[in-house]
């Protein structure tokens, strides 16, 4: 059997947080089996134009598909923000990965209450089946 591949989403290397923190600490570690899909601000917490979000949202999304749709890999890791800036974005990488018939992790931190509370009709409509496929797992921490 090959060697196995994860395919990640990461902040930029420059943005403040977490987890961009621990991606780093890990990065040695890991040698080639991580591929490190940079999504979302580059330097959170500072903000480009509206234009600069836009079209990086665009070429993520592009670089993004490519890789879970066409490259070799065994888990798409997804780090997930419950909150009004990258939930719906992160949502999109989401559904394609399942859509790709990739195995799914989703990692999520960054928990908003009040953007729980404002989603938690979403969750309930979202078919159990899908929660606990073979092919997604969910991981929820910082509640």
Same mark, same amino acid.
């Given at each position: 059997?090959?060697?196995? +591949?994860?395919?990640? @989403?990461?902040? &930029?290397?420059?943005? +403040? *947080? ?16 991580? =591929?490190? $899909?940079?999504? &979302? ?5 500072? /903000?480009?134009? !509206?234009?600069?979000?836009?079209? +990086?949202?665009?070429?993520?999304? %592009?670089?993004? &598909? #490519?890789? =879970? ?7 798409? /890791? ?10 719906? +974005?992160? @949502? ?6 399942? $859509?790709? *018939?990739?195995? @799914? %992790? ?11 509370? !404002? ?10 089946? %899908?929660?606990?496929?073979?092919? #997604?797992?969910? #991981?929820?921490?910082?509640?």
């Amino acid at each position: 059997m090959g060697q196995k +591949r994860i395919l990640v @989403t990461v902040p &930029g290397e420059n943005a +403040r *947080g977490g987890i961009n923190t621990y991606y780093r600490a890990t990065k040695p570690f890991y040698k080639n089996n991580m =591929v490190y $899909i940079i999504r &979302g601000s580059r330097n959170y917490p500072e /903000h480009s134009s !509206l234009l600069i979000q836009f079209t +990086r949202l665009v070429f993520d999304f %592009l670089f993004f &598909g #490519f890789n =879970v749709f066409f490259t070799r890999k065994n888990l798409v /890791h997804i780090n997930m923000s419950l909150d009004k800036r990258g939930f719906f +974005r992160d @949502t999109c990488y989401v559904f394609a990965s399942v $859509i790709s *018939g990739s195995r @799914t %992790l989703v990692f999520f931190h960054g928990w908003d209450k009040d953007y729980e509370k !404002l989603l938690n009709p979403v969750y309930t409509a979202i078919p159990v089946c %899908l929660w606990e496929s073979r092919w #997604f797992y969910c #991981f929820i921490y910082g509640v």
